[in-house]
């Protein structure tokens, strides 16, 4: 059996560390705010080189507060990709304004800027860069659109901790950079987290506040806020891992590498592409079996074979229920059309190179 995901044995391999991490927090009695939690986030913010991070409860609310504390006008349009997990667009529905979703690139199925600027209106206020599955986005040219039309940007990373566009790590190439530590992602807790990465001090703030009941003293509140905090338990696991996650990113990368060597030869499939540009973190690995009526029969083939797999994700954003009274679902065919071809194959630093080689033999054969 290979696994998609291995948690337990991940822990197994730093069970010292954690458990001892863990007690420290209990021992001292640190569960909100706290020690354990400053550590983290000056560690995270050193990590993605941005200047302030402020931990959150899960990447969707650090989406949602960013928004919020953007204050851009009532029921603005914000541009986001048709192809990513619903939370980008659900925070923006849930902060008061319209998601108007974008076609992607067909090679590193990242948000294509060309097809983003025609969607751009009078109320147009902001754009979502997801820098799916680890790739970053093209953001050199979304930045100089934004700039030309005045838009704010915020980056969604819940897939791409340590990713780097052009040598610079993502997180605060546009406005704000928008974590998950969801327990599967590439740096994950053992619980939900989430953090907002930075460079402006008062937009900084600001986030920290309304993720804190409006205030920064104890009893100040100086608007009305909510409560989303990353707790003290979840940073030191997390300032634990980030001290691994940089062998881990690299065991993913030449994970990805022998992949591509091994599968470079299957024409019915289009294996993910990094630009030269890019360091890809490899969240997932993204496989499309160009003819998509083959799809299920190569599924099929790896349940079989006791191989783990996911799709990610099999309906475009346009196309669920939850966003069709938008009218979008043909705006975006290079999306929709990519989501009936998509196979995610296990990845992550619990494979071994042989687990990897058996996957593709298994792959080769059915192919
Ligand atoms: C996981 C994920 C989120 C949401 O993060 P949660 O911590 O689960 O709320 C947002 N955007 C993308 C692209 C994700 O993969």
Partial sequence: ?????????????????????????IDKGAFIGGPF???FEEAFANFQQTSHCIGVGNGTDALEIILEALDMPPNSEILVPANSFIASAEAIVRTGHVP???DMRHDDMTIDVS????MI?????AVMPVHLYGHPCDMEELLSVAKMFGLRVIEDCAQAHGAEYKGQRIGALGDAGAF???????LGAYGDGGAITCNDPDLARRCRMIANHGRIAKYDHEFVGRNSRLDGIQSAVLEVKLRHLETWLEKRRSLAALYNKHLSTLNSVQLPHAQNNVRHVYHLYVIRILNK?????????????DIGHGVHYPIALPQLKAFQHLSQMETTPLANEAAAQLISLPMGEHLSEADVLQICEKLNNVL
């Fill in 115 to 118: 097809a983003m600027k025609a």
């Fill in 121 to 125: 209106t009078d109320r147009t206020a």
């Fill in 100 to 102: 108007v979703f974008c």
């Fill in 1 to 25: 059996m290979i696994k998609f995901l291995d948690l337990p044995k991940q822990y197994q391999s730093i069970k010292n560390e954690i458990d001892s991490a863990i007690s420290d927090v």
């Fill in 293 to 305: 009526d083959r799809r299920d029969h190569v599924i099929e083939s790896l349940k079989e074979a």
């Fill in 180 to 186: 998950s530590f969801y327990p599967g992602k590439n």
């Fill in 37 to 39: 939690v400053s550590a």
